[in-house]
């Protein structure tokens, strides 16, 4: 027998408070079409039950969401009957729910009217609305009753915006979902009437609309200014679902360069086998992140095609397995017109200044430095950090973040600790921004002088032949406490040699080879211990590898070498004058000097 559904009768609050307060993990959602709380608690993949004010009205958002996002499947699938009456259902639940903004929000929030905040009403919106657009290419005979729903939802949008545009923050990633929803909602409207839509003056031309939203949030290379990886595709989803029914020819030069850099900035940060890195705030590993993946590439392939984002929606696939709706396999002809050209390839080495990031590329490595700003609020301390992948294997990734509402967790996922990056005398880095030094085809250098006061640290990256050189150079204006952090997302050997270099291992679907060394003489420690591993489960011990020395200045140099590359590594050394040797199988060296 079928579960029942039922749409739930209250209001939602913050899914951020969606988490297990003992363990970190979000909890399962159990059936969220059911419209019913899980009985006896919401479950915890560690046993717990939890069933309190704020993760009650957690899962309440993400049932309405569900309940939104389902309504769109619905009438794709020509299932019409009951996507017209939950529609209908919906108006009458919001007309006596949502009369004010949410009282229960907190104070920092852009409150909203059957949420907790505004930005979660507009994803909200933006669903509803694109439900109705579907339906009325179709008929409009039984869409009356929608209306009403339509315009409260495109008057909400109007307000919040106004509230958010007046304190100045037209850049926020709040202003792109609420054009999303004013546009989704008065097209829908339009749509349900039989009329043309007469909104884009409003929505996406006007002087708060996404156009001016995206010419301020997003930097000439591409990235939205908080340089999140979640950030940044939510943004860009955002205008893309705006942008229904427009004809890619027809838009703006520099709204169509906007968009197709950030659809460039996401290709270049994909593995070959579809790994997104989860830059600074955003969920590791989650299943209605990857459906937001999903509906990003169809989009795309629609407007800006970048043939490197198919890899990341065949991962996204595979992550659902049973829980993919399929909902991005209904959205062709989304725009009025033909995709624009092919992005190209990313090559070798990709930079992104502004943001701070730079992508290296070569023999089974896919590596990225971080050295830009913090970021803002979704930022990390996480200066000069060094992550490495597989095609399909995070050997070492950023562990990305878990659900906000967990204080201790989330300053711990933010934190320099948690990232394979530099730290001084134990203490955390300071907010700040790096910068690059140069680049070139093959490598890459960057710097942060604001990171610990009187230390300067340089990070240079570089291409060999069949492997990866790591040289991070710490110089302090006196002896100090000075480390170099190996951050592992998946199973990690280490063995200490009798020449003083360190050999590790990393598993996964491939594996890396790893040899450390350190300037000559210097009294460096290699510490490993077991510490948290990725976001996703804060409870998932991995191998963490510190090493440390007091010094006024030392150079901690690595090799790295995916198992599948060759001519293998067969010894590294560092010489008194900053030379780093390699010696491989077949003979041959290669030097590297550091950058001082």
């Known amino acids: 027998m079928a579960a029942l559904r039922r749409i739930a009768r209250e209001r939602g609050g913050w899914w951020h408070a969606y988490v297990c307060p003992a363990h970190g993990v979000e909890l399962d959602h159990g059936d969220l079409l059911a419209g019913l709380f899980p009985e006896g608690g919401a479950r915890c993949a560690y046993g717990c039950r939890v069933d309190d004010e704020a993760v009650r009205g957690a899962w309440l958002v993400l049932s309405h969401q569900a309940w939104a996002r389902h309504l769109r499947v619905l009438a794709h699938r020509e299932e019409r009957a009951e996507s017209v009456a939950r529609l209908v259902e919906y108006a009458g639940l919001y007309a006596e729910l949502a009369t004010e903004r949410h009282g229960e929000a907190q104070t920092w929030m852009l409150r909203g009217r059957l949420f907790h905040q505004a930005l979660t009403d507009a994803i909200w919106a933006v669903n509803i609305g694109h439900a109705v657009i579907t339906l009325a290419e179709d008929s409009t005979e039984d869409l009356a009753p929608v209306l009403p729903l339509l315009d409260a939802l495109e008057r909400a949008a109007l307000d919040a915006r106004d509230v958010l545009t007046g304190q100045g923050l037209l850049a926020s990633n709040y202003t792109a979902w609420l054009n999303a929803a004013g546009a989704a909602a008065s097209r829908g409207a339009a749509a349900a009437r039989g009329e043309e839509w007469g909104g884009a003056g409003e929505w996406l031309e006007g002087e708060h609309g996404l156009y001016a939203h995206l010419r301020v949030a997003v930097a000439d290379d591409g990235w939205e200014w908080e340089g999140s990886t979640y950030y940044h595709g939510f943004v860009l989803r955002a205008a893309l679902l705006a942008l229904r029914g427009t004809d890619p020819a027809s838009l703006p030069s520099d709204v169509v360069d906007v968009l197709a850099g950030m659809t460039d900035a996401l290709a270049a940060i994909a593995t070959p086998g579809g790994i997104l890195p989860a830059l600074h705030d955003g969920p590791y590993l989650r299943g209605p992140l990857a459906l937001e993946w999903l509906e990003l590439v169809a989009l795309t392939k629609q407007l800006v095609p970048s043939a490197a984002l198919e890899a990341v929606a065949g991962r996204a696939r595979s992550e659902l397995g049973s829980e993919d709706d399929g909902l991005d396999r209904e959205l062709g002809g989304w725009f009025a017109g033909p995709p624009l050209a092919e992005r190209p390839a990313p090559g070798p080495v990709t930079v992104f200044p502004t943001a701070g990031y730079a992508v290296l590329r070569h023999a089974g490595i896919h590596a990225l ?30 562990p990305g973040q878990v ?179 390699v010696a491989l199988t077949d003979g041959s060296t290669a030097r590297f000097r550091t950058e001082d």
């Open 369 to 398: 430095l971080d050295f830009g700003p913090h970021g803002g609020s979704h930022g990390h301390r996480d200066k000069l950090s060094l992550y490495l992948y597989g095609d399909t294997t995070p050997w070492q990734p950023d």
């Open 403 to 581: 659900p906000y509402a967990h204080a201790e967790f989330r300053d711990l996922y933010a934190s320099t600790e948690a990232h394979p990056a530099f730290r001084v005398d134990g203490a955390e880095q300071a907010e700040c921004t790096g910068r690059l030094l140069g680049s070139d085809g093959s490598s890459v250098t960057a710097e942060v002088t604001t990171a610990y006061e009187g230390v300067r640290a340089v990070r240079q990256v570089v291409l060999g032949d069949s492997y990866l050189v790591d040289l991070l150079t710490v110089r302090a204006g006196g002896e100090r406490g000075l480390t170099a952090q190996l951050r592992p997302g998946v199973a990690l050997d280490i063995q200490l040699q009798p020449s003083g270099e360190v050999h590790t291992t990393w598993y996964g679907d491939e594996i890396l080879h790893g040899r450390h060394t350190h300037t000559p003489g210097a009294a460096v420690r290699p510490v490993s211990r077991p510490g948290p591993g990725p976001a996703d489960d804060p409870q998932r011990v991995r191998t963490r590898v510190d090493f440390t020395t007091r010094s006024d200045r030392v150079v901690f140099a690595s090799v790295y070498q995916a198992a599948t590359a060759g001519p293998a590594v067969t010894g590294v050394r560092l010489d008194g004058d900053g030379v780093l040797t």
